[in-house]
């Protein structure tokens, strides 16, 4: 079972190889060149032998053009193979790390809410390398040395097929060594790939988090965290090496058993009647070259090995189904009437409900804002919009069509999204503007920019709208960042437009500015808002209030004030904490 599960996985590893078959033909052409010439070297060995026995004046000139023309072919041939197969090695691991990547970028929020971005990275590094070790590497010492290997066991057939068949009875105890190691490694490479993506995992967050590890006197924390995460990768790495450290011996051992036999069968009166001196020094010759290709192409089992590991990942990896998008229809000319119908929300099979029924129905252009305690689902409800989740009951239209009808990249182009995290990129500050937008207008950046009351800080950078904003904008105080954020919605000119805390990182002053922008960004878009602070939602057109998933108020600031319910006691809340 763990053959044909092996067979599987290479061969569609291979498929990676295929399309620059080319390339490994004549990586191939040039490996098969190599075998040949160093298999030439028993028989230089035998006319070695033979002319020293029965001197001849045209031999004396043939051998030294035989060996200048055997490494002449030996270093043309190295040379074919090596620069071929690295050429289809870079090759396979662009094409493989764009298909994990592009995957990825694809998979349901779901996926990633239950995954680590430090294991997703090691899987597009760490795991890809290994993948084409496998696919390549491995590959080339295989042609290479297994050419070679065959090179010299038909000279030993040709020269002596008895003493050959003795010499092979031996491979059997090789194969059985090979089996028993190939599942150790299997099993110690899946560990050591495991503790490698947690290692990533660890720095990773350690990293990007050094000023809460700092603030918190956490370094010696995180140190051993690290630490035991780096030690569990160096005992499984040591466990490899251990297996690959004995393995190879054993097997050099049996070679040497195998080849001491030999000799002294050599040695028998009736079996050396049937050989001159050269062909029995070109025998043992051919005999003892063939123990270094041998260990070679043991060795090689433990990349293989790591190599397969790593490919049942990235195999599952790439398996793991995309984003539902089997819609035809395009959103032209959307008004942006929304409707929520019994919709319900959870997280996986067997959990609660986040969202429990919710029915809602929003007019084009109406502002609604969304307030509650965290945790009621506000920001869940919000991300059934763009379909980041799917909801387990119940349906949301747009414009009196079912969201799954639309395409799902048409439909996200329809809606702007300000969250409180803001996420910035390592790029200018007008690329992070016109994010996705290749070779933007400037001028209508630099508008969206004002628009956001972004462009009085802007002109103030050193390179202006040109000017790098670092690490998700390391370089910028959180207020500008969420500007930014609020300008690319602006850019982006969508009918729908949700708010998810966009102000909350805000001082007093820029949030005024923000308020009377997002009023005229707002204007003729439909727009959700979901605010902890309900000064900024007080002019919303609705206001809904959600307890544990569900809608329990609806109304306009003063009538929910005036029913001095939920609305009204946070309200008053509020207040209080303000005073």
Known sequence: MIQATSLTLYRRLLGYVKPHWKWFAAAVLGYAIYAASSTALAELMKRLINGIENPDAGFRLFLPLFV???????????????????NVARNVVHALRCHVFNHMLHLPGSFFDSHSSGHLISRVTYHVEQVTGAATKAITI?????????????????????LTLAFLAVTPLIGGVVSIASKRFRRISRRIQNSMGEVTHVASEALTGYRVVRTHGAEEFEKRRFAAASEYNREQSMKEALTKATSTPIIQLLIAVALAGLVWLAMAPEL????????????????????????????????IQRGLAASQELFGLLEVPGESDEGERTPDNIEGRVRFESVRFRYGEGLPDVLKGIDLEVAPGEMIAIVGRSGSGKSTLMGLLPRFYQPSAGRITLDGVALEEYRLSPLRQQIALVTQQVTLFNASIADNIA??????????????????????????????????????????????????????????????LILDEATSALDTESERYIQRALEEVCRGRTTFVIAHRLSTVERADRILVMEQGEIVESGTHDELIACDGAYAALHQLQFQEAS
Do not use: H
């Not at 040395?145 to 057939?157: A, N």
């Not at 050193?462 to 370089?475: A, C, I, L, R, S």
């Open 142 to 162: 295989a042609l290479r040395e297994g050419l070679f290997v065959i090179g010299l066991i038909g000279y030993l057939l040709w020269t002596n097929w008895l």
């Open 272 to 303: 050396m009647a049937s050989m001159n001196a050269g062909e029995f020094v070109a025998f043992i010759t051919a005999a003892a070259l063939m123990a270094k290709p041998v260990k070679q192409l043991t060795e090689i089992n433990s990349q």
């Open 68 to 86: 200048i023309g055997m490494f002449a072919a030996r270093g043309v041939g190295t040379f074919l193979g090596t620069y071929c197969m690295s």
């Open 435 to 496: 994010y996705g937008v290749p070779n933007a207008d400037r001028e209508a950046i630099e508008a969206a920019a004002k628009a956001a009351y972004a462009d009085e800080f802007i002109v103030r950078m050193p390179q202006g709208y040109d000017t790098e904003v670092g690490d998700n904008g390391v370089m910028l105080s959180g207020g500008q960042r969420q500007r930014l954020a609020i300008a690319r919605a602006i850019f982006k000119n969508a009918p729908l």
